[in-house]
């Protein structure tokens, strides 16, 4: 029942502020997405090494709870 209400009120012709602007930014600017993924491979595509992850964590030493302290 709610696919038949939405879909009477869908306006196939419709497109936000938003999706206007990105589309045109990607219209004047057709490297934009290459960039954009370059940029995504330098800082979030990375291939983690478990092995060496897990030897950081079994070598880390647990810190006290209060660090400014004189332990005394």
Do not use: C, N
């Amino acid at each position: 029942m709610s696919s038949k209400l939405l879909r009477i009120f869908r306006r196939a012709d419709y497109q936000s502020d938003v999706t206007q602007f990105i589309e045109q930014l990607k219209a004047e600017r057709p490297e934009l997405e290459a960039q954009q993924r370059a940029g995504r491979a330098i800082w979030w595509d990375k291939h983690l090494d478990r092995d060496a992850i897990g030897e950081w964590k079994q070598a880390r030493v647990p810190q006290k709870p209060y660090v400014y302290g004189s332990g005394s």
